[in-house]
């Protein structure tokens, strides 16, 4: 394969905004962990994965893509490849997002341990497989954790820089949700987002749409629904 055909983070860009401008229609997966599942912990609000179907599918008008959200509660990195012809390959995506971490961090009984140089391999293999489908993929850090309150989640810090590790070394697009959270929280754990110590609320699947959104250029010229996660946002945070 030539440099030139070497796929990265700016090529995948320019692929997506073409993409994106093209009338064939695609198929998008969204996967990951409860996060991503976004069950319960929304209260009934809406999933960063609802938003991103309503931003494409409505307010860009692609109502022929297939947006699919395959996480599941409680997933780590390894049942994701266990499962990937299932969670992913057989949608034929044109795009595959993924948000893990916060399970594969954990060290409590039971659990088994992860080390963050496995959990980076394991990212790459996924990244490997994504990409010998054709499709574009897409690393998200996990959001912020309230450590304190959150036993045997301490390595949070790690987990995200195992997944930035990830995206450097194969060059691919990253959504640095962890960073976007801190910057939310003034530095610290953004309350306001938050259901409990490590998954967001309603609100916080708002910002994760908003920076994962922005990041791939999803934004209509003129957008009903940016201003009202960008007002949502902002009324967590205030509150």
Sequence with gaps: MSAEATPSAASD?????DL??????????ITGDSITHGLVHTQGGRSYAEHLH??????????RDIVVNSAISGHRITDILDDFDRRVATWTPAVVTLMIGTNDLSTNPGDPFVEPAVFTASLREFVARVRALGAIPVLQTPPSIDVPNAPGRDRI????DAVRTAASTDD????????RFAELGGGGVPWGLMNDPFHPNAA??????????TVLGIRPPVSRAFPLLEAQVLAARLA
């Design 20 to 29: 994106l401008a093209d009338a064939e229609p695609r198929n998008w997966v």
């Design 54 to 63: 309503e931003l494409i599918r409505g307010e860009l008008g692609r109502t």
């Design 172 to 179: 691919v697009i990253l959504v640095d949700q962890n960073v």
């Design 204 to 213: 916080g699947h708002a910002a994760l749409a908003l920076e994962l959104a």
């Design 157 to 160: 810090a790690e987990f995200a």
């Design 13 to 17: 860009l320019a692929r997506l905004a």
